[in-house]
Every structure is written in structure tokens, then in C-alpha cells.
């Protein structure tokens, strides 16, 4: 079983900046792909970026060239850099993690950007 942890989320003003953080934990952990979805209010939850263990990362088009993913696999963390936040990138959003035959979710952190 993988245990979750997110952190970072929080209110900013259009234009700032936050950085999501989450780290997996569990036994014999060996994480394939990790990623970032979030979920507005009265949405369906949507992927924002993915990064595979080698460190290929895919992005939503929405968030090109504004969201940075990146991974640490000695600390099984993963995180999202978010520049140039807009009003409508306002929602939970939730860590995502794969291994070979389990997929986990954390609990998700809220992301408020005011315009």
C-alpha cells in the first residue's frame, strides 16, 4: 500500500507562484508514473502533468509553459512548480502515483488563485 502526503497548496494573487509537494511512501516502493490531476468545483477531475521514472514528463495543454513536474526517486517525491497561476487554475488538486500493480491517490491539497 502507498501512503501519500501532498503539501504546498495555498492562496496566491494571479501571476504568483506555488509549489505542490508530495511524497510516497510504503514498502518496497518502486513508483512508475507520478503526476498531478485536479478538480474544480462542479468539474470532473482532469490530469495537469505526469512524469514517468526516467523523468519524461507530459503536460495538459492548459498548463504548457506555466507548470514545471519534476521527481526525486531517492525520496520518492514528486513535485509541480506553478507559475503564472490564473483564477481558473483554482481547484484540489491531487497526487497521483502508479506502480506495476497498484495506482494511489492523496487526499489533495486546495489551490486558490484571486484575481
Known amino acids: 500500500q502507498v501512503q501519500l502526503v501532498e503539501s504546498g497548496g495555498g492562496l496566491v494573487q494571479a501571476g504568483g507562484s506555488l509549489r505542490l509537494s508530495c511524497a510516497a511512501s510504503?514498502?518496497?516502493?518502486?513508483?512508475?508514473?507520478m503526476g498531478w490531476y485536479r478538480q474544480a468545483p462542479g468539474k470532473q477531475r482532469e490530469l495537469v502533468a505526469t512524469?514517468?521514472?526516467?523523468?519524461?514528463?507530459n503536460y495538459a495543454e492548459f498548463v504548457k509553459g506555466r507548470f514545471v513536474i519534476s521527481r526525486d526517486n531517492v525520496k520518492n517525491t514528486v513535485y509541480l512548480q506553478m507559475n503564472s497561476l490564473k483564477p481558473e487554475d483554482t481547484a484540489v488538486y491531487y497526487c497521483?502515483?502508479?506502480?506495476?500493480?497498484?495506482?494511489?491517490w492523496g487526499q489533495g491539497t486546495q489551490v486558490t488563485v484571486s484575481s
Open positions: 497521483n502515483t502508479k506502480t506495476l500493480s497498484t495506482e494511489s
Open positions: 510504503g514498502r518496497n516502493l518502486v513508483l512508475a508514473t
Open positions: 512524469i514517468t521514472r526516467g523523468g519524461s514528463p
